[in-house]
């Protein structure tokens, strides 16, 4: 099974050479951490800025150098600011090769739901629904479960929907998972996990063909 950065580690072997990715708020964040050192990538953030590099260590923060989590990042030679509509016209004309997301539930036909529980406060969606409308290739981290032991991954969603059919594939602490039009199409499991488990742990309907490797994070 795997933790946050086990899953950002795993997402980031998905990140290819010359790819401009945006990364969503949560364990999204974390997979910048985990790119390889001898590729080229553009990590891309909807408050306007190209060229984000990993976190910044301990001391080291600039408070005015954030993402649209509001988290301090640095700053990757050559990178470049701009404002909210450049970031969001890069977005929307489909310049963003891979958008990588968190999300509360994800539905067997691609439908994410990863922001507002109703009843509960929330400062608003951000650009989340103009990342889900526009990427054609939207990977979602996120835990199999939530707190009670229920599946995130479902048939139908029950929660306010951010986007429809626009996941394509899903890596949690249990499997990688690819949205297909029959169904969560099992590819991986996390280490130390069987086949089992993760159909035990999800809910939406799972295709499982042939032996399942185990995940290679390294």
Avoid at 22 to 40: C, F, Q
Avoid at 81 to 99: E, K, N, P, W, Y
Wanted: charged share 25%; hydrophobic share 45%; net charge negative.
């Amino acid at each position: 099974m795997l933790d946050k950065n086990g899953i950002a580690k795993r997402i980031a072997k998905e990140v290819k050479d010359g790819f401009y990715v945006n990364l969503g708020i949560g364990i999204p964040t974390l997979v910048a951490n985990y790119v390889r050192d001898d590729i080229e990538v553009e990590f891309q953030s909807e408050n306007g800025i190209l060229g984000m590099g990993p976190f910044p260590f301990e001391g080291e923060e600039d408070a005015d150098l954030i993402n649209a989590g509001k988290q301090t990042i640095t700053a990757l030679p050559g990178a470049s600011f701009f404002d909210s509509a450049m970031s969001f016209g890069m977005i929307r004309g489909q310049h963003v090769d891979l958008t990588i997301l968190g999300a509360m539930e994800v539905a067997e036909n691609g439908d994410i739901a990863n922001w507002k529980i109703p009843g509960k406060m929330v400062k608003g969606m951000g650009g989340a629904m103009d990342l889900v409308a526009s990427a054609e290739n939207i990977i979602v981290a996120m835990m199999h479960t939530n707190r009670e032991g229920e599946s995130k991954l479902l048939k139908r969603c029950s929660l306010p929907l951010t986007g429809v059919g626009c996941v394509t594939k899903v890596v949690t602490n249990l499997a990688v998972l690819e949205v297909t039009d029959k169904g969560f199409k099992l590819l991986e499991r996390a280490p130390g996990v069987s086949v089992e488990e993760i159909k035990n742990a999800t809910e939406g309907t799972l295709l499982v063909e042939g032996d399942i490797p185990e995940m290679q994070l390294n």
